[in-house]
């Protein structure tokens, strides 16, 4: 069974910065890209950031400058941080893997972990 975790959730004040982690465990055979995505009250889910098992990356436009998104392939973990928040960066943010299991490959959700921008 694969298990995506999240930490590092939180209060924050705008423009201030937090840092998100996730963990992938369990039997994988071999994890492709990774990513961290968020939905709003009301909103769709969205993409904020994926990383390549290579290190290539990809940003949303409006988190460009403002977030990074690095990986540990030995340890099959992501993190996130976010610098220079805004309120509009309140969301529900999930971690994302597309790994391979001994049943094939599939994509895999955390469970979410809350990040609240707010004065």
């Known amino acids: 069974q694969v298990q995506l975790v999240e930490s590092g959730g939180g209060l924050v004040q705008p423009g201030g910065s937090l840092r998100l982690s996730c963990a992938a465990s369990?039997?994988?055979?071999?994890?492709?890209?990774m990513g961290w995505y968020r939905q709003a009250p009301g909103k769709q889910r969205e993409l904020v950031a994926t990383?390549?098992?290579?290190?290539?990356?990809n940003y949303a436009d409006s988190v460009k400058g403002r977030f990074t998104i690095s990986r540990d392939n030995a340890k099959n973990t992501i993190s996130l941080q976010m610098n220079s928040l805004k309120p509009e960066d309140t969301a529900v943010y999930y971690c994302?893997?597309?790994?391979?299991?001994?049943?094939?490959?599939?994509?895999?959700w955390g469970q979410g972990t809350q990040v609240t921008v707010s004065s």
């Open positions: 990383i390549t098992r290579g290190g290539s990356t």
């Open positions: 369990g039997s994988i055979f071999s994890i492709y890209a």
């Open positions: 994302n893997a597309d790994l391979t299991v001994a049943a094939g490959r599939y994509d895999y």
